[in-house]
């Protein structure tokens, strides 16, 4: 059956960058978008890119330079890297899988990492 | 961005209740919108989406409807796994947006 998992640190300094993993099973990379979205206090839940089947990305602009998102099929892992980060960068990260019919939402949801950024 | 305006934050209500929550675009988005459900543990699923689209495996006491920028979610009679944080969600417009969430919970 389809699975999301992201893993990541949990603890990041500001200014540093942050990594997350998200390993996926029970379907192709290379048939879905794979997108990031975040859960802060401060700003509920954001919509934060994308990538897109054929390996392409897309960023919310919210996020300007700081964010890159990259896979490896062969593993099966979605990647996001965010740098500079803020205390206000602290919350829940999902990766989310968005249908491939002509609609436009995420069937399926990782069950989230949560990430502290302090000193 | 396309502001996503949820009501209410807080409904408290009753098993067996009929409930409806709002969710209103700063413009309009073409029946783009989609609902979500966060239990506690964080676990959020799809249940709604283009408007009023059942997701598979959803209850149909789940429901949708709305057009232009106002949009709606029906339960329409409230079971114990119901009580929940919901979101609405736009994709008509990049990026796509969010509603502040409303909490489902029982009085």
């Known amino acids: 059956q389809v699975q999301l998992k992201e893993t990541g640190p949990g603890l990041v300094q500001p200014t540093q960058t942050l990594s997350i993993t998200c390993t996926v099973s029970?379907?192709?990379?290379?048939?879905?978008?794979m997108q990031w979205v975040r859960q802060t206090p401060g700003k509920g839940l954001e919509w934060m890119g994308f990538i897109r089947s054929g390996g392409s990305t897309e960023y919310n602009s919210e996020f300007k330079s700081r964010l890159s998102i990259s896979r490896d099929t062969s593993k099966n892992q979605v990647f996001l890297k965010m740098n500079s980060l803020k205390t206000e960068d602290t919350g829940v990260y999902y990766c989310?899988?968005?249908?491939?019919?002509?609609?436009?939402?995420?069937?399926?949801w990782g069950q989230g990492v949560m990430v502290t950024v302090s000193s | 961005d396309i502001q996503m305006t949820q009501s209410p934050s807080s409904l408290p209500a009753s098993l067996g209740e009929r409930v409806t929550i709002s969710c209103r675009a700063s413009?309009?988005?073409?029946?783009?919108l989609n609902w979500y459900q966060q239990k506690p543990d964080g676990t959020i699923k799809p249940l709604i989406y283009y408007t009023s689209n059942l997701q598979s495996g959803v209850p149909s006491r789940f429901s949708g409807s709305g057009s232009g920028t106002d949009y709606s979610l029906t339960i329409s009679s409230l079971e114990p796994e119901d009580f929940a944080m919901y979101y609405c969600q736009q994709d008509a417009s990049f990026p796509n947006t969010f509603g502040a969430g409303t909490k489902l919970e029982l009085k």
């Open positions: 989310a899988r968005r249908v491939n019919s002509g609609y436009r939402y995420f069937d399926y």
């Open positions: 413009q309009g988005i073409s029946n783009n």
């Open positions: 029970g379907f192709s990379l290379t048939s879905y978008y």
